[in-house]
């Protein structure tokens, strides 16, 4: 062992910079301009998310989410990225105010984008920006609050999210949570886990899947039918085996995804049960 660490020893100069140990100080920046990285910067560091590419596949829409400790507040700003031009960097579609900030940004079309905002209306609902001069105009009006939008040019269709109680629609549900609130009994008796999901308290209110069509009415886009629940029309009640369909192997398997047609199921597969395996597509 000795022997070893004596020879690295010896050969260590010949693989070292002769000025490793006396190092040009204009590579480092200016110390007294420049101060520590702290937690504070890491939690006030913009973040990016909800990317979206234009069906053209010209431009790239995002949101920057930032926090701000001073006024412990957050908010989001709507961002546009040029991929022709895309080292000038983006520009700002939507800038960041605290109470209108959009979240989910997603092409209706090649000139129009939808996302999700509260800013007058009554809850986080529909909106639409245009990405030529950025006018931004209320596309529905749901009194419940609605989010992670998908649009399906085939279908004309706006998919989303929204927690709603059990076999009551988005207006219905947002009703009877507002007449819990005024109740003056405000005790809760919890039968099954879990109860709390880091600072709220599980309701009976679940996250569900909607449907609603939107379409231009008069030159202007809106919605254009009632919002329908999905999982509620999926009757499975879950008591059936899972079929599985990867029994050849003995690895991990990832990534699933159904084919455009639905008719097949593409995922990241390891032959064997190892760590360094490589993963195949199948």
Known sequence: MRLLVSAIVAFLPAFVRPDVFNPDPSIFPDWSKTGAFTPEHVVQAKRLGGYSLSPNKKRVVFQQYQYNMTDNKSGTEVKLLDLSTYSQGPTTLIPYKYGQSGSSPTWYDDETILFT??????????????????????????TNDISGIVYSSQ???????????????????????????????????????????????????RAQ????????????????????????????????????????????????????????????????????????LF
């Not at 509260?118 to 950025?134: E, I, Q, W």
């Not at 929204?162 to 039968?191: I, M, R």
């Not at 709390?196 to 309701?203: G, K, L, M, S």
Request: charge should be positive; proline fraction near 5%; charged fraction near 15%.
């Open 209 to 280: 899947l909607f449907t609603v069509p939107v379409g231009t009415v008069n030159g202007t886009l809106a919605v254009t039918g009632a919002p329908v629940n999905v999982v509620a029309k999926y009757t499975v009640d879950g008591s059936s085996a899972p079929v599985r369909l990867n029994s050849n192997f003995k690895g991990a398997a990832s990534s699933p995804n159904y084919s455009p047609d639905g008719k097949s199921v593409v995922w990241l597969q390891m032959d064997i049960n190892e760590i360094k395996n490589v993963r195949q």
């Open 155 to 205: 279908a004309k269709c706006v998919a989303f999210v929204a927690t709603v109680y059990q076999n009551v629609g988005l207006e219905e549900s947002a009703k009877l949570a507002a007449e819990l609130s005024e109740n003056p009994s405000n005790g809760v008796v919890h039968d099954k886990l879990f109860v709390r999901h880091w600072d709220t308290w599980i309701t009976k209110q």
């Open 117 to 142: 905002s509260v800013r007058s209306s009554p809850a986080s609902n529909l909106f639409s920006v245009s990405a030529k001069d950025g006018t931004v105009k209320q596309v529905s009006n749901f």
